[in-house]
């Protein structure tokens, strides 16, 4: 059973010894193709995180009409604001609330005592302040929200974040896609030399069915091979994120052009962001080669 | 034990290479199958091992439709059945020991039976000095023996050989020949040898398969085959 695991491991790491030069071709493939995905992947994630971090600014106020604060109508209202698409949290704050809030967006003592007196006899109104799932949808859905029953003003904010973060938006896509398609051909690239190291023992496999070796059984040392050749490819670019972008924070101090464009503190995420460049390394090298051998395997009967 | 009815082979590049063979080997027989080249000896063997299938009939070895065969159940078949080929095909990266052992692991048998196999199979095949030699430092009548002690090693009930002495010079073919007999005797292991040495043939008298031109033209019971005129 033991032998069952670590057969192919040991086969898998000779193989990979005694096919140095192919074993080091595949890996610079990988290597090469990591570098450019391990960019990608930093740069998308970090315009995801501010694109999360603006859409959290973005909320719109509704303010509730004097003649429909009856917790009925309310409830009416929020139930109806809930219905509409792409909106998300509605949080509810009482027109005493609301002026509690504006009171203290006040500093100064003496401000708040010219205020005070209208406590009693309060201007402000019941509201709701909704958080939308899309921020493209932010003008649609204020006005939707216009028209309901009982609403006395709407406002939103950011007009031009909104525009910003549909931008970034279509940025990330495009960051996610090209570092997939650059997956791909690093499996691509990594299933081509694997293929050759394959060819080079195509006797060997055809022995191995002859003697009534399964097609797991052959398959699984390559495999293998594959595997620590896609993580020894990640090795250079891993330890380039870690250290690259450790450094870019440090430098940079943290963001880009205005505190609004933070970027993810490195203390976990270069060291993630390195290991998911291993495992995918591992994963494109496992896959490649699973693929190539299957196609061998194939081929003869 | 084998059993072909009406099996035709037609390869993809339109090479007709069998036409309407009939042939029933039982238990226990050694058999040869001669003819000239091209007459489609080696295209029988690959439809009994399981390697090709055959465009019409059926080849049945012992009681499984070879040619129904789904790809990745061949190699659990061909555990039933040894084969041998002229070119011996040894793992050259393995040495003659792990070589025969190969075969042994393969089928997932416990370690301590592998090892105590292999030593019986490598002194069966006269080689029990060569355990740690690799192929390419051994003569070629000695690969041969290192694929034969591979090809019956888990004990099969055929043991079929392409050509075992193609390459060898006739004192190693009477060493192979001995060999094979010897299994055949030993373990009552059915041996169809595949051979173009008539003088072997002449030699060890067994029954005897002539094929030409894919048809089987003669089925001699007795053995022993004179070449007429072509
Ligand atoms: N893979 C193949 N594809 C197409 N045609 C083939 C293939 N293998 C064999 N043939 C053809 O089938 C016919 C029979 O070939 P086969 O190899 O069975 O002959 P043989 O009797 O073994 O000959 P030899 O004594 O030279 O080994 C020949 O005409 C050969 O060219
Ligand atoms: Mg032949």
């Known amino acids: 059973m033991i032998n069952r695991l670590f057969r192919p491991l040991k086969e898998g790491f000779r193989g990979v010894i005694r096919h140095g030069a192919m074993s080091l071709s595949s890996a610079t493939a ?6 450019i995905v391990s960019l990608f992947l930093i740069f998308t994630v ?8 603006m859409e959290q600014t973005v909320t719109i106020s509704v303010q509730i009409d004097h003649d429909h604060e009856s917790a009925e109508q309310e409830d009416q209202l929020a ?13 509810y704050y009482t027109k005493d609330e609301e002026f509690q809030f504006y009171l203290d967006s006040f500093e100064d ?28 949808q932010l003008e649609e859905i204020a006005k939707k929200i216009e028209e309901l029953d009982g609403v006395h003003k709407v406002a939103f904010g950011g007009q031009s974040a909104v525009q910003l973060i549909s931008m970034l938006r279509t940025i990330r896509i495009a960051g996610g896609v090209l570092a997939l398609a650059l997956s791909l051909l690093a499996v691509f690239l990594i299933q081509n030399t694997i293929k050759l190291t394959i060819l080079a023992r195509a006797d060997e496999i055809a022995i191995m069915r002859n003697v009534g070796a399964k097609n797991g059984f052959i398959r699984s040392p390559f ?43 490195a203390k976990p995420f270069a060291l993630y962001a390195s290991l998911v460049l291993l495992g995918l390394g591992v994963l494109v090298g496992l896959i490649g080669s699973f693929f190539s051998v299957n196609k061998y395997l194939r081929w003869k009967r | 034990m084998i059993e072909c009815t009406h099996v ?25 199958i001669i003819g000239p080249t091209g007459s489609g000896k080696s295209t029988l063997i690959k439809l009994l091992d399981g390697e ?24 659990i078949y061909r555990r039933n059945i040894g084969v041998v080929f002229q070119d011996y095909r040894l793992l050259p990266s393995k040495t003659v020991f ?72 006739p004192a190693m073919s009477d060493e192979i020949m001995s060999l094979l007999e010897k299994i055949n005797r030993e373990y009552g292991t059915t041996v169809l040898m595949v051979t173009h040495d008539l003088t072997l043939v002449n030699k060890h008298r067994k029954r005897t398969i002539v094929l030409e031109h894919g048809h089987v033209v003669a089925d001699l019971a007795e053995g022993g085959y004179v070449q007429h005129d072509q």
């Not at chain 2, 390869?11 to 063979?21: E, K, M, Q, S, V």
Request: glycine share 10%; hydrophobic share 40%; proline share 4%.
């Open chain 1, 223 to 265: 495999v293998v091979e594959g595997a620590m050749i896609g993580a020894l490819g990640a090795l250079i670019p891993m330890a380039m994120t870690y250290y690259g972008y450790r450094y870019l924070y440090d430098v940079t101090g943290g963001y880009v052009v205005s505190k609004m464009f933070t970027l993810i503190p």
């Open chain 1, 30 to 35: 990988v290597t090469l193709t990591l570098i």
């Open chain 1, 46 to 53: 970090n315009v995801n995180q501010m694109t999360e971090g």
């Open chain 2, 8 to 32: 035709y082979k037609k390869y993809r590049n339109g090479t007709n290479a069998l036409y309407d063979i009939n042939l029933n080997v039982a238990q226990g027989e050694f058999v040869y």
């Open chain 2, 98 to 169: 792990e070589n025969i052992a190969y075969a042994l692991e393969v089928i997932n048998m416990k370690k301590d039976l592998v090892r105590r196999r292999t030593r019986e199979v490598m002194n069966l095949v006269g080689l029990d000095d060569k355990a740690n030699s690799f192929p390419n430092q051994l003569s070629g009548g000695q690969q041969q023996r290192v694929a034969i002690g591979r090809a019956i090693a888990n004990r099969p009930k055929l043991l079929i050989a392409d050509e075992p002495t193609g390459n060898l010079d």
């Open chain 1, 79 to 91: 139930m109806e604001i809930k219905a509409i698409e792409g909106v998300g949290s509605v949080t």
């Open chain 1, 109 to 136: 003592e003496e401000t708040k005592e010219v205020f005070e007196p209208f406590r009693d006899d309060n201007p402000m109104h019941d509201a709701f302040y909704i958080e939308v799932t899309d921020g493209t």
């Open chain 2, 52 to 75: 090709e299938i055959p465009t019409k009939g059926t080849v049945g070895v012992i009681g499984i439709d070879v040619g129904k065969l789904r790809h990745s159940k061949v190699p």
